[in-house]
Nanobody, 128 residues
Framework: QVQLVESGGGLVQAGGSLRLSCAAS????????KGWFRQAPGKEREFVAA????????VYADSVKGRFTISGGNPNNMIYLQMNSLKPEDTAVYYC?????????????????????WGQGTQVTVSS
């Protein structure tokens, strides 16, 4: 069984940077997509960025394009999210996920899928 653990969250001023990490342990499937999602208080969980299983194809939410960068580690058990030019509206709990369709399926379907593994989340707070 796969387990995901996020780290790197914290409090930062607007315009600052943070780097989130997600470590996978257990039986990880190398052909699964990987992604980052976030959930602000009172809002639904939303897609942020995703990476193909081969680490060569990325997709981003419009709200973070040009500011965030997703990458994978070697060996293929790490996922990173470099966040630059942070804004107060980026404040949320950030979750990493691994599983089939993470790059393409709607978030509600991913949350219901037994094939998708989620981490416990890490808080990112951006002050103005």
């Amino acid at each position: 069984q796969v387990q995901l653990v996020e780290s790197g969250g914290g409090l930062v001023q607007a315009g600052g940077s943070l780097r989130l990490s997600c470590a996978a342990s257990g039986r990880t499937f190398l052909t699964h997509d990987k992604g980052w999602f976030r959930q602000a208080p009172g809002k639904e969980r939303e897609f942020v960025a995703a990476l193909s299983w081969s680490n060569d194809d990325t997709v981003y939410a419009d709200s973070v394009k040009g500011r965030f960068t997703i990458s994978g580690g070697n060996p293929n058990n790490m996922i990173y999210l470099q966040m630059n030019s942070l804004k107060p509206e980026d404040t949320a709990v950030y979750y990493c996920a691994r599983g089939p369709g993470v790059r393409a399926r709607p978030v509600p379907l991913l949350l219901q899928s037994p094939d998708v593994t989620w981490g416990q989340g890490t808080q990112v707070t951006v002050s103005s």
